[in-house]
């Protein structure tokens, strides 16, 4: 990089949602994307200044909890539905993260979720606020795109 060229931080409220390869709506948020790798310690016979730390399976400690304004798109709703009817439907869930311009610069790839909780908007006639429905995903691992 060049004296004087400067690199800022990608802006969190630029990004998108795909599901199956297909962008639904606009969210006004996304969380959990966590993965964690477990770790098992043990000692080692002989070694006695530190425990040994092997690598374990990976987690993903937490849902992947999507929020957005409600609109007529009843795409998530309706994924939940099939869901609690007992049609299991796993789709591939990815997260956009866009420049600027509007251009994909990160990709978060979550490979077979399942909608597993839908939240409706709450109401009070004293607010003026926008209906936020949620989704919460279970999922079967990252991956990077």
């Known amino acids: 990089m060049a ?5 800022d931080p990608y802006l969190s409220f630029r990004f998108t949602v795909e599901v199956d390869q ?5 969210f006004n948020e996304v ?5 964690e790798t ?3 310690n043990f000692r080692e016979g002989g070694v006695n200044l530190h425990e040994q730390q092997l690598a374990g399976p990976n987690k993903f400690p937490s849902r992947l909890v999507l929020k957005r304004g409600m609109t007529d798109d009843d795409t998530l709703w309706a994924w939940h539905q099939e869901v609690t009817q007992g049609k299991i439907s796993r789709k591939d869930v990815s997260i956009l993260l866009l420049d600027s311009t509007g251009e994909e610069q990160w990709r978060w790839n979550f490979r077979q979720a399942l909608p597993v909780k839908w ?10 606020e926008i209906a936020i429905e949620t989704l919460e995903l279970v999922h079967k ?5």
Do not use: C, I, M, W
């Open 3 to 7: 004296l004087g060229e400067r690199k």
């Open 22 to 26: 297909q962008v639904v709506a606009a």
């Open 31 to 35: 969380t959990g994307l966590d993965v």
């Open 38 to 40: 477990e770790v098992e």
């Open 119 to 128: 939240t409706g908007p709450q109401f009070r006639a004293s607010n003026a």
């Open 141 to 145: 691992g990252l991956v990077p795109g």
